[in-house]
Protein backbone atom coordinates (compact mmCIF):
# COMPACT_ATOMS: atom_id res chain seq x y z
CA UNK A 1 0.00 0.00 0.00
CA UNK A 2 1.23 3.71 -0.49
CA UNK A 3 1.33 5.32 2.28
CA UNK A 4 0.51 9.18 1.83
CA UNK A 5 1.74 12.17 3.92
CA UNK A 6 -0.46 13.47 6.95
CA UNK A 7 -1.80 16.07 4.16
CA UNK A 8 -2.09 13.88 0.85
CA UNK A 9 -5.28 11.95 1.87
CA UNK A 10 -8.87 13.11 1.00
CA UNK A 11 -10.61 14.41 3.68
CA UNK A 12 -13.69 11.56 4.40
CA UNK A 13 -11.31 8.68 4.00
CA UNK A 14 -12.61 4.85 3.50
CA UNK A 15 -10.39 1.68 4.32
CA UNK A 16 -11.56 -1.77 3.49
CA UNK A 17 -11.15 -4.54 6.25
CA UNK A 18 -10.99 -6.95 3.37
CA UNK A 19 -10.10 -7.51 -0.10
CA UNK A 20 -12.81 -9.04 -2.27
CA UNK A 21 -16.28 -9.97 -1.25
CA UNK A 22 -16.23 -10.27 2.03
CA UNK A 23 -19.86 -12.01 4.19
CA UNK A 24 -20.15 -13.70 7.28
CA UNK A 25 -17.12 -12.66 8.62
CA UNK A 26 -18.43 -13.30 12.10
CA UNK A 27 -18.27 -17.23 11.30
CA UNK A 28 -14.97 -17.36 9.45
CA UNK A 29 -11.90 -17.21 11.77
CA UNK A 30 -8.94 -14.94 11.16
CA UNK A 31 -7.19 -17.67 9.30
CA UNK A 32 -10.15 -18.00 6.86
CA UNK A 33 -10.38 -14.46 5.82
CA UNK A 34 -8.93 -12.03 2.98
CA UNK A 35 -7.38 -9.14 5.16
CA UNK A 36 -6.78 -6.25 3.08
CA UNK A 37 -3.00 -4.19 3.88
CA UNK A 38 -5.38 -1.99 5.39
CA UNK A 39 -6.33 -4.05 8.09
CA UNK A 40 -4.85 -3.17 11.45
CA UNK A 41 -4.28 -7.35 11.92
CA UNK A 42 -1.66 -7.31 9.17
CA UNK A 43 0.22 -4.75 11.70
CA UNK A 44 2.21 -5.33 14.33
CA UNK A 45 2.42 -3.84 18.08
CA UNK A 46 4.77 -6.74 19.10
CA UNK A 47 7.53 -3.90 20.06
CA UNK A 48 5.14 -2.45 22.94
CA UNK A 49 5.86 -5.21 24.86
CA UNK A 50 9.06 -5.87 27.70
CA UNK A 51 7.03 -9.04 28.93
CA UNK A 52 5.28 -11.50 27.41
CA UNK A 53 3.31 -14.47 28.73
CA UNK A 54 4.44 -17.85 27.80
CA UNK A 55 1.47 -20.74 27.70
CA UNK A 56 1.97 -24.03 29.20
CA UNK A 57 -0.75 -26.14 27.78
CA UNK A 58 -0.21 -29.31 30.37
CA UNK A 59 -2.11 -27.01 32.86
CA UNK A 60 -4.52 -25.80 30.34
CA UNK A 61 -8.03 -26.48 31.72
CA UNK A 62 -9.42 -24.67 28.50
CA UNK A 63 -12.06 -22.18 31.06
CA UNK A 64 -11.26 -19.73 28.25
CA UNK A 65 -10.75 -17.00 31.00
CA UNK A 66 -7.90 -15.90 29.25
CA UNK A 67 -9.36 -15.31 25.78
CA UNK A 68 -12.84 -13.77 27.30
CA UNK A 69 -10.69 -11.06 29.24
CA UNK A 70 -7.77 -10.83 26.46
CA UNK A 71 -7.77 -6.76 25.22
CA UNK A 72 -5.74 -7.44 21.85
CA UNK A 73 -7.20 -10.73 20.79
CA UNK A 74 -4.89 -12.62 21.14
CA UNK A 75 -5.31 -15.84 22.90
CA UNK A 76 -6.10 -18.58 20.07
CA UNK A 77 -8.60 -20.24 20.84
CA UNK A 78 -10.27 -23.10 18.24
CA UNK A 79 -12.85 -25.55 19.48
CA UNK A 80 -12.91 -24.58 23.12
CA UNK A 81 -9.61 -25.38 23.30
CA UNK A 82 -6.72 -22.89 24.19
CA UNK A 83 -3.94 -23.04 21.44
CA UNK A 84 -1.87 -20.45 22.39
CA UNK A 85 -0.64 -16.69 22.15
CA UNK A 86 -0.99 -14.43 19.06
CA UNK A 87 2.57 -12.57 19.41
CA UNK A 88 1.80 -10.01 17.08
CA UNK A 89 -0.92 -8.12 18.55
CA UNK A 90 -0.22 -9.15 22.42
CA UNK A 91 1.00 -6.23 24.45
CA UNK A 92 2.36 -8.13 27.08
CA UNK A 93 -0.26 -6.67 29.58
CA UNK A 94 -0.57 -9.66 31.90
CA UNK A 95 -4.22 -9.68 32.40
CA UNK A 96 -4.56 -13.45 31.09
CA UNK A 97 -2.45 -14.20 34.29
CA UNK A 98 -3.83 -12.57 36.47
CA UNK A 99 -7.44 -14.62 35.50
CA UNK A 100 -5.69 -18.16 35.22
CA UNK A 101 -7.03 -20.32 37.71
CA UNK A 102 -5.14 -22.95 37.49
CA UNK A 103 -2.04 -23.65 40.10
CA UNK A 104 0.24 -23.86 38.93
CA UNK A 105 -1.10 -21.54 36.35
CA UNK A 106 -0.78 -21.99 32.88
CA UNK A 107 -0.03 -18.64 31.73
CA UNK A 108 2.88 -16.48 33.10
CA UNK A 109 4.76 -13.39 32.35
CA UNK A 110 8.40 -13.35 31.71
CA UNK A 111 10.95 -11.24 29.86
CA UNK A 112 10.92 -10.59 26.08
CA UNK A 113 14.06 -11.66 25.45
CA UNK A 114 13.65 -15.15 27.98
CA UNK A 115 13.99 -18.48 25.83
CA UNK A 116 10.33 -20.64 25.93
CA UNK A 117 11.72 -23.86 25.75
CA UNK A 118 13.86 -23.41 28.95
CA UNK A 119 11.60 -21.82 30.87
CA UNK A 120 8.98 -24.36 30.16
CA UNK A 121 11.41 -26.74 31.42
CA UNK A 122 12.02 -25.00 34.47
CA UNK A 123 7.98 -24.45 34.65
CA UNK A 124 6.96 -23.54 39.06
CA UNK A 125 5.40 -26.51 40.86
CA UNK A 126 2.28 -26.53 42.23
CA UNK A 127 1.75 -23.92 45.38
CA UNK A 128 0.72 -26.08 48.17
CA UNK A 129 0.20 -22.49 50.49
CA UNK A 130 2.24 -22.21 53.65
CA UNK A 131 0.46 -22.13 56.44
CA UNK B 1 -29.64 -15.35 10.67
CA UNK B 2 -31.28 -13.62 12.82
CA UNK B 3 -31.80 -16.00 15.78
CA UNK B 4 -30.28 -15.49 18.73
CA UNK B 5 -26.61 -16.77 18.90
CA UNK B 6 -26.84 -19.07 21.85
CA UNK B 7 -24.03 -18.49 24.45
CA UNK B 8 -24.44 -20.89 27.48
CA UNK B 9 -20.90 -21.12 28.69
CA UNK B 10 -17.36 -19.50 27.81
CA UNK B 11 -15.85 -22.47 26.06
CA UNK B 12 -19.07 -21.91 23.29
CA UNK B 13 -18.15 -17.94 23.15
CA UNK B 14 -14.77 -19.10 22.72
CA UNK B 15 -15.54 -20.53 19.35
CA UNK B 16 -16.71 -16.89 18.03
CA UNK B 17 -14.81 -15.32 15.59
CA UNK B 18 -13.70 -11.84 16.20
CA UNK B 19 -14.80 -8.25 14.48
CA UNK B 20 -12.35 -6.48 16.58
CA UNK B 21 -8.73 -6.35 15.22
CA UNK B 22 -5.80 -6.57 17.68
CA UNK B 23 -2.44 -4.02 16.63
CA UNK B 24 -4.39 -1.19 17.76
CA UNK B 25 -3.74 1.42 19.78
CA UNK B 26 -5.59 1.33 23.03
CA UNK B 27 -3.02 0.82 25.69
CA UNK B 28 -2.11 -2.71 27.68
CA UNK B 29 -4.92 -3.48 30.04
CA UNK B 30 -7.72 -1.15 28.75
CA UNK B 31 -10.89 -2.14 29.28
CA UNK B 32 -12.39 -0.73 26.22
CA UNK B 33 -11.65 -3.44 23.67
CA UNK B 34 -12.75 -6.15 26.22
CA UNK B 35 -16.24 -4.42 25.94
CA UNK B 36 -16.61 -4.01 22.23
CA UNK B 37 -15.10 -7.70 21.75
CA UNK B 38 -18.12 -9.00 23.96
CA UNK B 39 -20.50 -6.94 22.35
CA UNK B 40 -19.62 -7.97 19.17
CA UNK B 41 -19.50 -11.49 19.64
CA UNK B 42 -23.04 -11.63 21.23
CA UNK B 43 -24.49 -11.59 17.72
CA UNK B 44 -23.39 -13.37 14.17
CA UNK B 45 -25.67 -11.05 12.43
CA UNK B 46 -24.02 -8.05 10.47
CA UNK B 47 -23.56 -5.00 12.05
CA UNK B 48 -23.41 -1.30 11.18
CA UNK B 49 -21.10 0.66 13.65
CA UNK B 50 -19.99 4.12 14.87
CA UNK B 51 -17.97 5.53 16.97
CA UNK B 52 -17.93 8.84 19.13
CA UNK B 53 -14.20 11.04 19.16
CA UNK B 54 -12.59 9.19 22.07
CA UNK B 55 -9.84 6.43 23.03
CA UNK B 56 -11.66 3.67 21.27
CA UNK B 57 -12.33 6.02 17.78
CA UNK B 58 -8.34 7.75 17.40
CA UNK B 59 -7.14 4.04 18.58
CA UNK B 60 -8.79 2.12 16.29
CA UNK B 61 -8.67 4.19 13.02
CA UNK B 62 -5.37 5.15 12.65
CA UNK B 63 -4.83 6.24 9.20
CA UNK B 64 -3.77 3.48 7.01
CA UNK B 65 -5.06 1.21 9.64
CA UNK B 66 -8.53 0.00 11.03
CA UNK B 67 -8.83 -2.22 13.63
CA UNK B 68 -13.00 -2.60 12.36
CA UNK B 69 -14.58 -5.82 10.79
CA UNK B 70 -17.51 -4.52 9.85
CA UNK B 71 -19.55 -1.26 8.78
CA UNK B 72 -18.07 1.17 10.91
CA UNK B 73 -18.00 5.34 10.72
CA UNK B 74 -16.69 7.95 12.84
CA UNK B 75 -17.85 12.17 12.25
CA UNK B 76 -17.38 14.20 15.02
CA UNK B 77 -17.15 13.96 18.59
CA UNK B 78 -21.12 14.41 19.17
CA UNK B 79 -22.96 12.83 16.24
CA UNK B 80 -21.87 8.48 16.50
CA UNK B 81 -25.02 7.98 17.55
CA UNK B 82 -27.06 10.10 15.24
CA UNK B 83 -24.79 8.56 12.44
CA UNK B 84 -26.12 5.10 13.39
CA UNK B 85 -29.60 6.66 13.78
CA UNK B 86 -29.04 7.47 9.88
CA UNK B 87 -28.17 4.69 8.65
CA UNK B 88 -31.04 2.93 10.49
CA UNK B 89 -33.53 5.16 9.54
CA UNK B 90 -32.46 4.83 5.55
CA UNK B 91 -32.81 0.66 6.31
CA UNK B 92 -36.53 1.65 7.27
CA UNK B 93 -37.16 3.32 4.14
CA UNK B 94 -35.31 1.19 1.73
CA UNK B 95 -37.20 -1.70 3.22
CA UNK B 96 -40.80 -0.29 3.09
CA UNK B 97 -39.60 0.55 -0.50
CA UNK B 98 -38.62 -2.76 -0.93
CA UNK B 99 -35.51 -1.66 -2.15
CA UNK B 100 -33.11 -3.30 0.37
CA UNK B 101 -30.29 -5.77 -1.47
CA UNK B 102 -30.75 -8.91 0.95
CA UNK B 103 -33.47 -7.87 2.81
CA UNK B 104 -32.91 -11.43 5.10
CA UNK B 105 -30.16 -9.69 6.21
CA UNK B 106 -31.22 -8.43 9.80
CA UNK B 107 -28.21 -5.99 10.51
CA UNK B 108 -27.65 -4.22 13.70
CA UNK B 109 -27.18 -0.90 14.78
CA UNK B 110 -24.86 0.03 17.59
CA UNK B 111 -23.14 3.21 18.01
CA UNK B 112 -20.20 3.08 20.95
CA UNK B 113 -19.31 6.48 23.25
CA UNK B 114 -17.15 7.27 25.96
CA UNK B 115 -18.50 8.87 28.99
CA UNK B 116 -17.70 12.37 27.84
CA UNK B 117 -19.32 11.87 23.93
CA UNK B 118 -22.56 10.53 25.91
CA UNK B 119 -22.76 12.13 29.22
CA UNK B 120 -21.70 15.66 27.90
CA UNK B 121 -21.27 16.39 24.56
CA UNK B 122 -22.84 14.24 22.55
CA UNK B 123 -26.00 14.49 25.25
CA UNK B 124 -28.46 16.31 23.11
CA UNK B 125 -27.88 14.00 20.03
CA UNK B 126 -28.76 10.58 21.56
CA UNK B 127 -31.65 12.39 23.40
CA UNK B 128 -32.04 12.94 19.93
CA UNK B 129 -32.22 9.60 18.47
CA UNK B 130 -34.26 8.20 21.73
CA UNK B 131 -36.99 10.55 21.26
CA UNK B 132 -37.20 9.36 17.46
CA UNK B 133 -37.04 5.96 18.29
CA UNK B 134 -34.43 4.45 16.12
CA UNK B 135 -33.98 1.02 16.77
CA UNK B 136 -30.37 0.89 17.60
CA UNK B 137 -28.16 0.51 20.52
CA UNK B 138 -25.75 3.32 22.01
CA UNK B 139 -22.94 1.75 24.27
CA UNK B 140 -21.17 3.99 26.89
CA UNK B 141 -17.53 3.29 27.60
CA UNK B 142 -17.31 5.05 30.83
CA UNK B 143 -14.16 5.49 31.96
CA UNK B 144 -15.26 8.51 34.24
CA UNK B 145 -12.88 11.12 32.44
CA UNK B 146 -11.97 11.95 29.23
CA UNK B 147 -8.77 10.03 28.83
CA UNK B 148 -7.84 10.49 25.54
CA UNK B 149 -6.96 14.31 25.82
CA UNK B 150 -4.96 13.87 29.06
CA UNK B 151 -7.54 13.44 32.01
CA UNK B 152 -9.97 16.37 31.74
CA UNK B 153 -13.07 15.89 34.35
CA UNK B 154 -16.08 14.89 32.56
CA UNK B 155 -19.96 14.77 33.98
CA UNK B 156 -19.51 11.01 35.25
CA UNK B 157 -16.17 11.73 37.05
CA UNK B 158 -17.45 10.96 40.68
CA UNK B 159 -16.51 12.87 43.88
CA UNK B 160 -13.35 12.89 45.49
CA UNK B 161 -11.33 12.15 42.05
CA UNK B 162 -8.38 13.85 40.78
CA UNK B 163 -8.28 14.77 37.27
CA UNK B 164 -6.09 17.34 35.34
CA UNK B 165 -8.60 20.38 35.33
CA UNK B 166 -10.61 19.45 38.89
CA UNK B 167 -6.78 18.35 40.66
CA UNK B 168 -6.42 17.01 44.55
CA UNK B 169 -4.06 18.89 46.49
CA UNK B 170 -3.78 21.26 50.15
CA UNK B 171 -7.16 22.81 49.42
CA UNK B 172 -8.75 20.65 47.09
CA UNK B 173 -10.08 17.13 47.45
CA UNK B 174 -10.27 16.92 43.47
CA UNK B 175 -13.98 16.90 41.58
CA UNK B 176 -16.56 18.17 44.18
CA UNK B 177 -19.94 17.24 41.73
CA UNK B 178 -21.35 13.87 41.92
CA UNK B 179 -21.64 11.80 38.97
CA UNK B 180 -24.90 12.10 36.73
CA UNK B 181 -27.11 9.44 36.52
CA UNK B 182 -27.57 8.83 32.91
CA UNK B 183 -29.24 5.55 33.47
CA UNK B 184 -32.39 7.42 34.91
CA UNK B 185 -32.07 10.23 32.43
CA UNK B 186 -32.33 7.66 29.70
CA UNK B 187 -35.33 5.84 30.97
CA UNK B 188 -37.06 8.61 31.56
CA UNK B 189 -36.59 9.07 27.81
CA UNK B 190 -39.23 5.90 27.67
CA UNK B 191 -36.41 3.47 26.29
CA UNK B 192 -37.36 -0.23 26.06
CA UNK B 193 -34.09 -1.17 27.51
CA UNK B 194 -31.30 0.46 29.72
CA UNK B 195 -28.80 -1.60 31.01
CA UNK B 196 -25.72 -1.22 33.21
CA UNK B 197 -23.23 -3.46 32.31
CA UNK B 198 -19.72 -4.64 33.51
CA UNK B 199 -17.30 -6.61 31.11
CA UNK B 200 -16.03 -8.83 34.30
CA UNK B 201 -19.07 -10.22 34.89
CA UNK B 202 -19.35 -11.37 30.93
CA UNK B 203 -22.39 -13.67 30.83
CA UNK B 204 -24.91 -11.05 32.03
CA UNK B 205 -23.05 -8.36 29.98
CA UNK B 206 -23.54 -10.50 26.66
CA UNK B 207 -27.56 -11.43 28.00
CA UNK B 208 -27.96 -7.52 28.10
CA UNK B 209 -26.46 -7.11 24.75
CA UNK B 210 -28.59 -9.65 23.42
CA UNK B 211 -31.90 -8.82 24.76
CA UNK B 212 -30.90 -4.79 24.03
CA UNK B 213 -30.36 -6.11 19.92
CA UNK B 214 -33.54 -8.14 19.81
CA UNK B 215 -36.10 -5.17 21.49
CA UNK B 216 -37.53 -2.46 19.04
CA UNK B 217 -36.42 1.06 19.89
CA UNK B 218 -33.30 2.68 20.95
CA UNK B 219 -31.39 0.58 23.46
CA UNK B 220 -28.84 2.67 26.18
CA UNK B 221 -26.12 0.45 27.57
CA UNK B 222 -23.76 1.80 30.44
CA UNK B 223 -20.43 -0.10 30.49
CA UNK B 224 -17.61 0.09 33.36
CA UNK B 225 -14.45 0.65 31.98
CA UNK B 226 -11.35 0.55 34.26
CA UNK B 227 -8.80 2.56 32.56
CA UNK B 228 -5.47 1.91 33.74
CA UNK B 229 -3.66 5.00 32.68
CA UNK B 230 -6.00 7.85 34.54
CA UNK B 231 -7.07 5.52 37.72
CA UNK B 232 -3.85 4.53 37.88
CA UNK B 233 -3.65 1.28 38.37
CA UNK B 234 -1.22 -1.69 36.59
CA UNK B 235 -2.21 -2.81 33.53
CA UNK B 236 -3.00 -6.47 34.42
CA UNK B 237 -5.10 -5.12 37.01
CA UNK B 238 -8.05 -4.26 34.82
CA UNK B 239 -9.98 -7.09 35.86
CA UNK B 240 -9.42 -7.24 39.39
CA UNK B 241 -10.75 -3.34 39.67
CA UNK B 242 -13.75 -4.50 37.67
CA UNK B 243 -14.07 -7.26 40.20
CA UNK B 244 -13.80 -4.44 42.69
CA UNK B 245 -16.30 -1.97 41.41
CA UNK B 246 -19.14 -4.14 40.74
CA UNK B 247 -18.65 -6.07 44.18
CA UNK B 248 -18.04 -3.16 46.15
CA UNK B 249 -21.58 -1.41 44.54
CA UNK B 250 -19.85 1.13 42.67
CA UNK B 251 -21.16 0.37 39.76
CA UNK B 252 -24.28 -1.80 40.95
CA UNK B 253 -25.46 -3.93 37.62
CA UNK B 254 -29.14 -3.69 36.86
CA UNK B 255 -31.49 -2.68 33.71
CA UNK B 256 -34.91 -0.71 32.78
CA UNK B 257 -37.37 -2.00 31.15
CA UNK B 258 -39.53 0.69 29.25
CA UNK B 259 -38.43 3.12 31.73
CA UNK B 260 -39.68 2.00 35.07
CA UNK B 261 -39.37 -1.79 36.22
CA UNK B 262 -36.18 -2.06 37.53
CA UNK B 263 -34.45 -5.42 38.60
CA UNK B 264 -31.19 -5.60 39.92
CA UNK B 265 -29.01 -8.08 37.51
CA UNK B 266 -26.04 -9.31 39.75
CA UNK B 267 -26.03 -9.32 43.43
CA UNK B 268 -22.18 -9.58 44.61
CA UNK B 269 -22.03 -12.65 47.50
CA UNK B 270 -19.61 -10.60 49.56
CA UNK B 271 -20.18 -6.87 49.38
CA UNK B 272 -16.71 -5.40 49.74
CA UNK B 273 -16.49 -2.32 51.31
CA UNK B 274 -15.97 0.91 49.16
CA UNK B 275 -12.29 1.70 50.95
CA UNK B 276 -11.29 -1.09 48.92
CA UNK B 277 -12.10 -0.16 45.30
CA UNK B 278 -10.97 3.67 46.56
CA UNK B 279 -7.34 2.36 47.35
CA UNK B 280 -6.58 0.36 44.52
CA UNK B 281 -6.89 3.35 42.81
CA UNK B 282 -4.20 6.47 42.42
CA UNK B 283 -6.68 9.17 41.42
CA UNK B 284 -8.17 8.33 44.69
CA UNK B 285 -4.98 8.40 46.68
CA UNK B 286 -5.24 11.73 48.42
CA UNK B 287 -8.38 10.63 50.02
CA UNK B 288 -6.22 8.26 52.73
CA UNK B 289 -4.53 11.54 53.90
CA UNK B 290 -6.61 12.46 57.38
CA UNK B 291 -7.38 15.68 56.19
CA UNK B 292 -10.34 13.67 53.36
CA UNK B 293 -10.53 10.84 55.27
CA UNK B 294 -14.21 11.92 55.84
CA UNK B 295 -15.04 11.47 52.24
CA UNK B 296 -14.39 7.39 52.32
CA UNK B 297 -17.59 7.94 55.24
CA UNK B 298 -19.52 10.06 52.73
CA UNK B 299 -18.57 7.58 49.51
CA UNK B 300 -20.05 4.61 51.49
CA UNK B 301 -22.87 6.49 52.71
CA UNK B 302 -23.60 7.04 49.21
CA UNK B 303 -23.34 4.07 47.60
CA UNK B 304 -25.08 2.41 50.21
CA UNK B 305 -28.02 4.91 49.96
CA UNK B 306 -28.13 4.01 45.94
CA UNK B 307 -28.28 0.09 46.65
CA UNK B 308 -31.17 1.11 49.11
CA UNK B 309 -33.27 2.99 46.48
CA UNK B 310 -32.26 0.34 43.91
CA UNK B 311 -33.54 -2.61 45.67
CA UNK B 312 -36.35 -0.18 46.61
CA UNK B 313 -37.45 0.11 43.05
CA UNK B 314 -36.86 -3.38 41.96
CA UNK B 315 -39.58 -4.40 45.22
CA UNK B 316 -42.14 -1.60 44.40
CA UNK B 317 -41.82 -2.71 40.38
CA UNK B 318 -42.43 1.11 39.62
Known sequence: MQNNGWDEF????????????????ALKQPEDRNY?????????????????????????????????????????????????????????????VEVCPTNPKSLLMFPEQADEETELAGWPEKDKGEK | MSEIKKVKNLKEFSTSADRFEGANLLCPGCAHSIIVREVLNAT??????????????????????????A??????????????????????????????????????????????????IGFQWISGCFERGHNMMHVVLDNEVYANTGGQRSSSTPIGSSATTSPAGRVSYG???????????????????????SPNKWKNMVKAIQHGMEVEG????????????????????????????????????????????????????????????????GRFKHLFKDQYKYLIKEWQERVDAKWDYLQKREEARV
Open chain 1, 10 to 25: EIGAMLRSFDGVATDI
Open chain 1, 36 to 96: SSSNSFTASVADWRIEKPLFNKDYCIDCQFCWIYCPDMSIIARDKKMVGVDMDHCKGCGIC
Open chain 2, 44 to 69: NDDLVLSASTGCLEVCTAVYPYTSWD
Open chain 2, 71 to 120: SWIHIGFENGSTAVAGAEAMYKALGNKGRLKQPDRNPKFVSFAGDGASYD
Open chain 2, 175 to 197: EKKNKKDMMAIMAAHGSPYVAQV
Open chain 2, 218 to 281: PVFINAVSACTTEWKFAPEDTMAIQDLATDTLVFPLYEIIDGTELNITYRPKNVIPVEEYLAAQ
